[in-house]
C-alpha cells in the first residue's frame, strides 16, 4: 500500500534551519507532484510548498516564499523541506502529500498524506 512518511521535526530556534524530509513507498513516485502542508490545532491545513513530478517547478505560500525550498529526488523516493530563517509562526506538524498529475494548493485535492512531523519553532 502506498506509504508516505515524514521525518526531521524538532524543536529550533527562531532564525534557525531544519529540514524535513518525506520517504514515499508504494506508488510510483515520479508520477506524483508533491506537497508540504502545515496544521496547528483548530485551524485548517494550510498548503506551504509544491513540486511538480519532475521536480522542475515549484509553488510556495507566501509567508514561507524565500525561506523554504522544496526539492525532490526521485531516484530515492523523498520529497524534502529545506526550511530557513525559522519563526514561531511556523511551528506546527508538517504533512507530505501525493497528488497525480500537478500541484495544487487545495489540501483535499491531494490523494495520499503521511502521518505529519511536529516542527516548534522558539522564541
Known amino acids: 500500500q502506498v506509504q508516505l512518511v515524514e521525518s526531521g521535526g524538532g524543536l529550533v530556534q527562531a532564525g534557525g534551519s531544519l529540514r524535513v524530509s518525506c520517504a514515499a513507498s508504494?506508488?510510483?513516485?515520479?508520477?506524483?507532484?508533491m506537497g508540504w502542508f502545515r496544521q496547528t490545532p483548530g485551524k485548517e491545513r494550510e498548503f506551504v510548498a509544491g513540486?511538480?513530478?519532475?521536480?522542475?517547478?515549484?509553488y510556495y505560500a507566501d509567508s514561507v516564499k524565500g525561506r523554504f525550498t522544496i526539492s525532490r529526488d526521485n531516484a530515492k523516493n523523498t520529497v524534502y523541506l529545506q526550511m530557513n530563517s525559522l519563526k514561531p509562526g511556523d511551528t506546527a506538524a508538517y504533512y507530505c502529500?501525493?497528488?497525480?498529475?500537478?500541484?495544487?494548493?487545495?489540501?483535499?485535492?491531494?490523494?495520499?498524506w503521511g502521518q505529519g512531523t511536529q516542527v516548534t519553532v522558539s522564541s
Open positions: 513540486v511538480s513530478r519532475s521536480g522542475g517547478n515549484t
Open positions: 508504494g506508488l510510483t513516485f515520479s508520477s506524483y507532484a
Open positions: 502529500a501525493a497528488r497525480t498529475i500537478s500541484i495544487t494548493t487545495i489540501w483535499n485535492q491531494y490523494e495520499y
